[in-house]
């Protein structure tokens, strides 16, 4: 059975950090390209960042220089570290998995908030 399962979130004060994990089951992870999606209440689920299985990176420009992406293959888990938050940057965060197939996990919240 496929899973991803996302923990992490939490509430942080504006220019705090968080790192998000993504532990993957039920595929084999190491060829997947895995991404890390959010969206905010009202909003579309927009790209976050991405790394593929040769760990390739890619980051949408707005979380450039913030945010890094990385990866565990030994541990099937993908991770977001994210620095210098900002109140825009509360939303659900979705872990996401590409290749043959694609599958998502169920998200973890992440508020920015004083």
């Known amino acids: 059975q496929v899973q991803l399962v996302e923990s992490g979130g939490g509430l942080v004060q504006p220019g705090g950090s968080l790192r998000l994990s993504c532990a993957a089951s039920g595929f084999t992870f190491s060829n997947y390209t895995m991404s890390w999606y959010r969206q905010a209440p009202g909003k579309e689920r927009d790209l976050v960042a991405t790394i593929t299985s040769t760990k390739s990176t890619n980051y949408a420009d707005s979380m450039k220089g913030r945010f890094t992406i990385s990866r565990d293959n030994a541990k099937n888990t993908v991770y977001l570290q994210m620095n210098s938050l900002k109140p825009e940057d509360t939303a659900i965060y979705y872990c996401?998995?590409?290749?043959?197939?694609?599958?998502w996990g169920r998200g973890t919240q992440v508020t920015v908030s004083s």
């Open positions: 996401k998995a590409a290749f043959a197939r694609v599958y």
